[in-house]
């Protein structure tokens, strides 16, 4: 492998394009487990969870980004990853997010008692979005 | 005749200030249709990675397969917040509508006209009243149709002039959750497709249940890169748990799609009705000063004859 060869990592949601860098590595957490691309790796379309993508910039920065699920597609050493919402770590409002995840919680317990199994599993992604963004602002 | 003067002058004045007040209404619509615009070519590229990941997956035929199994799946009675519940065809007993209109009026021919063809559409597929659940965006609509008598399911009012993807997504949320209720058994979504800023198309397209045929038309000129489909790529975990993240993910970005060109055609329309008006009134107040003008010479034109037959007359 080439010494200088790098990847070109894209973050793009509805509301447009919220992170494009190049990188040496991309470390995305998949339903299976975390997994690692590096320049020249094969193709591969792979499903997210809520959780933080981080991105080797430099050997010692990393960028990390708040994404809500969604799906990351990788050819020719640009990886694009697609999801309905996503922020970098300085776009994250710590006080919101507290304030989300307190009203998941509550809605979580609220679906509990009147045993609303759509509701209950609305809520529980919406509670692990706020932690998730929590998590990353206080990085 | 000094009344008439009078009263002439009042209406130049009068519609001056209407001409005044459409004008920075036009110059309002241009400068959000402009903003919009720029906001739906962030989400072309969106929308566009999507649709080359689905169809690739469309042309593994994983979507022929699932959908005989999601039939299978939801026999055994669980109602789960699901993708492949949308790729699976049921017969229709009745028929959803999105329809798409404007909260507010001075938008032209923009809500009759997609009323109007709505009501077509309809006509077409053989809906009545009785078997038609509408789903309303925009207060118009929603009124239109509860009057008369038509099942209004879900109305949204007050969408932002640019709508934003989290508004949206509370109504394609909600959508979702009726067509797997079985409220409606398909779903149509109504609305103006923007073409540029002096004009608008009726657009409609079927998007619940998601089938190969509303994949491969492309429906808003949404160009289908051909890229993808000569890759083989590694799919983690799976193809089938990729397409259940993909498919809701699509779905959405289609209404948000249909609701954003809406709002951009409904933008272009009131920029185009405000600019009308203006226009209009522009040439009411020539005429009206021409007869300001005429009335004003001939009360000069009898005030001389009577000072000259005043003057004769002392002489």
Request: aromatic share 6%.
């Amino acid at each position: 492998m080439a010494e200088d060869s790098v990847l070109t990592v894209s973050i793009v949601t509805p509301d447009g394009s919220v992170y494009e860098n190049e990188a040496r590595m991309l470390i995305v957490k998949t339903p299976s487990g975390e997994m690692g691309i590096l320049p020249n790796h094969i193709p591969v379309i792979a499903s997210l969870d809520i959780d933080a993508v981080r991105i080797k910039v430099s050997d010692n920065k990393e960028d990390e980004i708040a994404v809500s699920g969604g799906f990351v597609e990788f050819s020719k050493n640009v990886a694009t990853i697609v999801a309905n919402a996503a922020e970098c770590q300085a776009d994250i409002d710590e006080n919101r997010a507290q304030a989300a995840k307190a009203r998941a919680e509550q809605m979580i317990s609220k679906a509990k008692e009147t045993n609303n199994t759509n509701e209950l599993k609305r809520s529980e992604i919406a509670l692990r979005r706020a932690i998730n963004r929590i998590k990353i602002s206080k990085h | 005749m000094g009344a008439s003067l009078m009263e002439v002058k009042r209406r130049i004045v009068s519609t001056k200030k209407t001409g005044q007040i459409t004008g920075a209404m036009q110059v309002v619509s241009t400068a959000k249709l402009s903003q919009i615009q720029r906001h739906t070519q962030s989400y072309q590229i969106y929308a566009s990675k999507i649709r080359s990941v689905i169809t690739h997956l469309a042309q593994s035929h994983l979507l022929d397969a699932k959908a005989g199994n999601a039939k299978q799946s939801s026999e055994d009675g669980s109602s789960k917040f699901s993708g492949f519940d949308m790729l699976q065809k049921r017969p229709v007993k009745k028929s959803g509508y999105l329809i798409i209109t404007s909260d507010r009026g001075l938008v032209g021919s923009y809500n009759s006209n997609v009323i109007k063809q709505s009501l077509d559409l309809m006509k077409q597929n053989g809906c009545t009243v009785d078997n038609t659940v509408i789903i309303a965006v925009g207060g118009t609509g929603a009124d239109f149709f509860k009057n008369r008598g038509y099942d209004v399911a879900y109305e949204h009012r007050g969408v932002s002039d640019i709508p934003t993807f989290i508004e949206v997504r509370e109504i394609v949320r909600s959508m979702v959750t009726m067509y797997n209720s079985e409220v409606y058994d398909e779903l149509f979504v109504c609305y103006n497709h923007f073409v540029n800023s002096l004009q608008s198309d009726f657009h409609s397209e079927q998007m619940l249940p998601i089938s190969e045929v509303n994949l491969d038309t492309d429906s808003e000129g949404i160009e289908v890169p051909n890229a993808m489909g000569n890759e083989d790529y590694d799919m983690e975990p799976s193809g089938y748990a990729i397409l259940e993240v993909v498919l809701p993910q699509f779905a959405e970005s289609l209404v948000y799609g249909a609701i954003l060109d809406a709002k951009t055609a409904e933008h272009a329309s009131s920029s185009t009705a405000m600019k009308s008006a203006t226009d209009n009134a522009k040439d009411i107040i020539s005429s009206l000063e021409l007869t300001y003008n005429r009335a004003r010479q001939s009360a000069i034109t009898t005030e001389i004859t009577e000072i000259t037959g005043a003057t004769a007359a002392l002489e």
